[in-house]
């Protein structure tokens, strides 16, 4: 099925370090999504987007819905061990349909 | 609450076996969907209820069969899997608004390992 690229793949990051990534379309969507997920259990929503340009932020979270509508990015500041796991982020097309498409996710490794 | 719940937790059944796995969520969300999910991947969507009604198959096999009871349960029943069917399979909901509306997140449950053997 349809994917998103998401990029980087995998980081690996000193404990303290700020982390960035990226998630690009070649088509444009009305709603972007970030989740992590941990081994074994379902994604967790972590920010969700809904206007192009709109920078929203969750404690050490922050994402940006792309002026383009057709890429997201996530920033985590000051990364601790506790956010390891997978990113995804997913969109929303704009047909009326209720598919969220998911990029292939950013495992993130942090490095106490 | 954005709480989803799913049951069991684990399964492992056999290529015989006729099982179902259960959700429920409490959100009055209107949009319902099943994604499985192999290691390392991003969740591949299955199915999805809107209003209660099958709004989206993607070509899946018919040996999983969702069903919607009513607009808090979404059950996916299965029968005669093949061992490349194990998986996390993830339930999830939303509000049905129309895309890009406010609000329109979507929440997923804790998953069911399903092992088929």
């Known amino acids: 099925g349809q994917q998103l690229n998401q990029s980087p793949q995998s980081m690996f990051i000193q404990e303290g370090e700020d982390v960035s990534m990226n998630c690009t379309s070649s088509?444009?969507?009305?709603?972007w999504l970030w989740y992590k997920q941990e081994p074994g259990e379902g994604p967790v929503l972590l920010i969700a987007l809904y206007k192009a340009g709109e920078l929203t932020s969750n404690g050490r979270l922050t994402a940006q819905f792309g002026i383009t509508r057709k890429d997201s990015f996530l920033n985590i500041s000051a990364s601790i061990p506790s956010d390891v796991g997978i990113y995804f982020c997913?969109?929303?097309?704009?047909?009326?349909?209720?598919?969220?498409?998911f990029g292939t996710g950013t495992r993130l490794k942090v490095l106490a | 609450d954005t709480e989803v719940t799913q049951t069991p937790k684990h399964l492992v059944m056999g290529m015989t076996n006729k099982k179902s796995l259960k959700c429920e969520q409490h959100?009055?969300?209107?949009?319902m969907y099943w994604y499985k999910q192999k290691a390392k991947k991003p969740p591949e969507l299955m199915f999805v209820?809107?209003?209660?009604?099958?709004?989206i198959n993607e070509s899946v096999p018919s040996r999983f069969s969702p069903e919607c009871p009513n607009s808090s349960l979404l059950n996916l029943h299965l029968h005669a899997l093949q061992p490349e069917d194990s998986a996390l399979y993830l339930c999830?909901?939303?509000?049905?608004?129309?895309?890009?509306?406010?609000?329109?997140?979507?929440?997923f449950g804790p998953g069911t390992r399903l092992t088929v053997l």
């Open positions: 997913a969109g929303q097309a704009t047909s009326g349909t209720y598919k969220y498409i």
């Open positions: 088509s444009i969507f009305n709603t």
């Open positions: 999830a909901s939303s509000l049905y608004r129309v895309a890009g509306g406010p609000r329109n997140e979507q929440f």
């Open positions: 959100m009055g969300h209107r949009a």
């Open positions: 209820y809107s209003y209660e009604k099958l709004s």
